[in-house]
């Protein structure tokens, strides 16, 4: 099989040639059970179908009786003999599979609190404020641009945090 993709494993369609060969498979098995069953459907007439006065031999050995000549019928040796019937082909037939659930794990709740935090331009927290006290927040953020003189860029963001109860 080539492998596609830089030597990553088969590509796509490498993998889509491989299961339409699978397929057609699978339904070559399915006629070639079609064509059994419709020879033995033709077996089980030409058994009907047969003289009234002849028994048929094989299917009372197969019951477990012995074979009684009738009187009526040909007792012949040279007469040729019946053909048994073929035994059938057993296909395996694959059961769905049944999709297990999959396990999940519980998930905690975690409360969780909104509070504005005033970072540097590397990320460094310079001072957290509560949620309702975000002028407080905007005064530090002003308080800091001034004091570093735009050297420095500094900005505010709601965050949430865990309650740590």
Known sequence: ???GRGGRGP??????????????????EVEETEEVEDEEAEEDEEAEGEADGEIDDEALEAD???????????????APKKKKAKAKKKVAVKKPTTAKPKRTKAVK??????????F???GKIMGTFEFASKADAE?????KIVEKEGKTTFYIQLVKEAIEE
């Open 139 to 143: 005064a530090l953020l002003a308080a």
């Open 120 to 122: 540097d331009n590397g």
């Open 11 to 28: 590509s796509r369609m490498d993998l889509r040639r491989q299961n339409e060969v699978v397929e057609t498979r699978e339904g070559e």
């Open 64 to 78: 477990g009786e012995e074979a009684e000549p009738d009187e009526d019928a040909e007792t012949d040796e040279d």
């Open 109 to 118: 709740i975690v409360r969780q609190r909104a509070v504005w935090k005033v």
């Open 1 to 3: 099989m080539a492998k």
